[in-house]
C-alpha cells in the first residue's frame, strides 16, 4: 500500500469536498501509516469537529485518534479520546442522521462500544485506577452479552477473553477476590487454562481469611 499516493489521493477528494469526512479519516489512516502522527492527529480532529450530529462516525474518529495517542505514548489524551467516543457511542441509536449514515447497525454500534470500552479499561488499569478498570470491563460485557458468538462485526471469543481476564485482574488488584472467581469461572468454560489462576486466588482468599480471625 502505497500511503503518499494514499495521502495524495485524498488531499485532492478534500479540496473537491471539504465536508468530506471519509477522505479525512481515509488521510488520517494513511498519515499514521507514513508515522507522520501530528497529521494524523489534525485530520481526525477535523472529523471530530464536523461529525457533531454522526456520533457513530465521530466515535471512530477518537478512537482514530486515541490510537495516534497510544502511538505517541500520550496515553492521558488516549484515554481522554476513548472516553469521549464511549460518551458519543452511548447515545448514538438516539442521535445517528440516518440520512448520512445509513449503513451503521446495532451490531455495529456494540461492537465500537465494546472496543472504546476494553480500551478504557486497559489505560484505567495502566494508570492504576482498577476500580474505573473493572467498572468499563464490565460495560464491555454487558454489551457482548448482546451479540451472537458468530457475530461477523467482532471476534467475540476473543473480546470475551480481554474482558473476563481484565477485569478479573483489576478486581484481584483490589483484592476483591470473590469478584474474580466468577471471570475466571467464565474463562475456564472459554477454553482458557486459568485453573492455576484460581486456585491461586482460592488460596488468597484463605490466607485473607486466617490474618482476620487473627486479627480477632
Known amino acids: 500500500l502505497n500511503y503518499t499516493e494514499a495521502v495524495a489521493s485524498f488531499t485532492e477528494a478534500i479540496g473537491l469536498d471539504p465536508e468530506n469526512i471519509p477522505a479525512y479519516m481515509g488521510r488520517a489512516e494513511a498519515y499514521v501509516g507514513l508515522k507522520q502522527y501530528d497529521d494524523a492527529k489534525a485530520d481526525y480532529t477535523t472529523a471530530i469537529e464536523k461529525t457533531a450530529d454522526q456520533p457513530y462516525t465521530q466515535a471512530e474518529a477518537y478512537v482514530g485518534r486515541a490510537e495516534v495517542n497510544e502511538l505517541t505514548t500520550a ?19 438516539d442521535k445517528v442522521d440516518v440520512e448520512k449514515i445509513t449503513d451503521v447497525t446495532e451490531q455495529m454500534l456494540e461492537a465500537l462500544k465494546i472496543k472504546v470500552y476494553n480500551a478504557c479499561a486497559r489505560l484505567n488499569a495502566f494508570f492504576g485506577r482498577n476500580e474505573a478498570a473493572a467498572a468499563s470491563y464490565t460495560k464491555a460485557i454487558d454489551s457482548l452479552a448482546k451479540l451472537p458468538d458468530d457475530a461477523e462485526v467482532l471476534d467475540v471469543k476473543a473480546a470475551k477473553i480481554e474482558s473476563y481476564t481484565g477485569r478479573a485482574d483489576a478486581n ?30 482460592l488460596r488468597a482468599m484463605s490466607l485473607a481469611k486466617s490474618k482476620a480471625g487473627d486479627l480477632n
Open 172 to 201: 484481584a488488584a483490589q483484592e476483591k477476590y470473590e469478584e474474580v472467581l466468577p471471570d475466571y469461572d467464565a474463562l475456564i468454560d472459554m477454553g482458557e487454562d486459568k485453573t492455576a489462576d484460581r486456585d491461586a486466588i
Open 75 to 93: 496515553n492521558k489524551d488516549a484515554l481522554a479520546d476513548y472516553e469521549a467516543a464511549s460518551t458519543a457511542l452511548d447515545t448514538a441509536l
